[in-house]
């Protein structure tokens, strides 16, 4: 009996894919509930809204903490019906410690910490705000979302390669700069980290204004490292567009050779109906 439960729970947390009303409901009352989280961690920083609705802020933090603490338990009680995580023991920790189990532990430890410890009043503060990282547990049940996911793990050796090189430019412009200019501006450029936060703003595009050369060399500097930043910029851009390209036509593919269908694969649901 407690088999056939455990399967179950596994079958609506886990196993969504069979498109039952049950699984269907869960996922989206958990995004409604991810959702109104979220609208709450913005409303309450508005004193107005905190103090004539701080109950009830309040009392969806402890609705919410209550109902995602009882989801990653399940999650890790059914975690080993999963190959992956196939031992009882081990395969639970294993799965403790995989980017989703640490997403739903971060959406409840704000709540959780300030009553086992003594916090200070900032930390709280900084505390509730992490409570966004609720927004990262919808990717369970946000398609699209997977697909970032897939397109940032295809692409990761790219990406890593363009942050390298972003980040070697990045040294390079700020040496330079600081090189030129710091006799001219010392209180801008003193020294070659001062120089990145400008170095950061004209790689960019953004261009802040605080902080620019006002030396010819440094101007002339300047504008060329802003070309090239556009330039190196757009490369991330192209990467993950041709990466969802790719994963777009992997799954219309993959759907054409098999159609999502409640039966298909062997998921858990044939388990219990077996059982």
Same mark, same amino acid.
Do not use: Q, S
């Given at each position: 009996m407690l088999k056939r439960f455990q399967i179950r729970i596994y079958d609506i947390l886990v196993e969504t894919e069979d498109g039952e009303l049950v699984d269907r409901i869960v996922a989206v009352f958990l995004m409604l509930l991810i959702l109104l989280n979220?609208?709450?961690v913005v409303a309450e920083t508005v004193d107005d809204l905190n103090q004539r609705f701080g109950s009830i802020f309040a009392a969806i933090e402890t609705v919410s903490v209550t109902i995602f603490t009882? &989801?990653?338990l399940l999650r890790l009680w059914v975690a080993p019906l999963n190959p992956r995580y196939a031992k009882p023991f081990t395969?639970?920790?294993r799965y403790a410690v995989s980017?989703?189990?640490i997403i739903d532990l971060l959406a409840i430890l704000p709540a959780l910490?300030?009553?086992i410890f003594t916090v200070d009043l900032r930390i709280i503060r900084f505390l509730r705000i992490f409570r966004l990282?609720?927004?990262f547990k919808m990717s369970r049940y946000v398609e699209s979302l997977n697909s970032l996911d897939d397109v940032v793990r295809s692409k990761k050796e790219e990406l890593l390669v363009i942050l390298v090189m972003i980040a070697m430019l990045l040294l390079f412009a700020s040496s330079l700069m600081y090189v030129v200019e710091t006799e001219a501006q010392p209180d801008k450029f003193p020294d070659i980290p001062s120089a990145m936060w400008w170095g950061v703003a004209t790689l960019t595009t953004v261009g802040y204004g605080d902080v620019y050369p006002i030396t010819g060399?440094?101007?002339l500097l300047g504008g060329f490292i802003a070309f090239l930043g556009i330039g190196m910029f757009a490369l991330p851009t192209g990467i993950l567009a041709s990466g969802f390209a &790719? &994963?777009?036509k992997k799954r219309r593919e993959k759907e054409k050779i098999c159609p999502p269908c409640p039966h298909c694969g062997g998921d858990v649901s044939s388990i219990i109906n077996k059982n």
């Open positions: 979220a609208a709450a009882v &989801e990653y395969g639970r920790l980017l989703m189990a910490l300030p009553l990282f609720r927004l060399l440094g101007k &790719e &994963e777009i």
